[in-house]
């Protein structure tokens, strides 16, 4: 089974950027999708973006083109770059992968195989 590591949390002054990388041992289906979903202190976890295999990519409108997904398809990591941040963005952000997931559904964590541990973001006002 594959196995998801989130990195790249820390804390960041409003404003800022931070780029967040979910590295994957190895996909088990050439056809998936991975998502970025967060969780802040007392909320449910919320969806932020989604890259497919074939690199299409959609983003929550909360985040809208402040963030962008990509693929590093030779490392097997999927990178989550946060730009123009704000407080509402401190959350744990989680990663996740489904296979054969309609990329159309990607907002339902019931859609993922797979979930790595979190990484932290913090940004300060």
């Known amino acids: 089974q594959v196995r998801l590591v989130a990195s790249g949390g820390g804390s960041v002054d409003t404003g800022g950027s931070l780029r967040l990388s979910c590295e994957a041992s190895?996909?088990?289906?050439?056809?998936?999708?991975v998502a970025w979903f967060r969780q802040a202190a007392g909320m449910g976890r919320e969806p932020v973006a989604v890259?497919?295999?074939?690199?299409?990519?959609k983003y929550a409108d909360s985040v809208g083109s402040r963030f962008t997904c990509s693929e590093d398809k030779v490392k097997n990591t999927v990178y989550l770059n946060m730009d123009r941040v704000t407080p509402e963005g401190t959350a744990m952000y989680y990663c996740?992968?489904?296979?054969?997931?309609?990329?159309?559904?990607?907002?339902?964590?019931?859609?993922?195989?797979?979930w790595g541990r979190g990484t932290q973001v913090t940004v300060y006002p």
């Open positions: 190895s996909y088990s289906d050439s056809n998936y999708i």
């Open positions: 996740a992968v489904g296979y054969g997931a309609a990329f159309t559904k990607w907002t339902e964590e019931g859609r993922y195989n797979v």
């Open positions: 890259i497919s295999s074939d690199g299409r990519t």
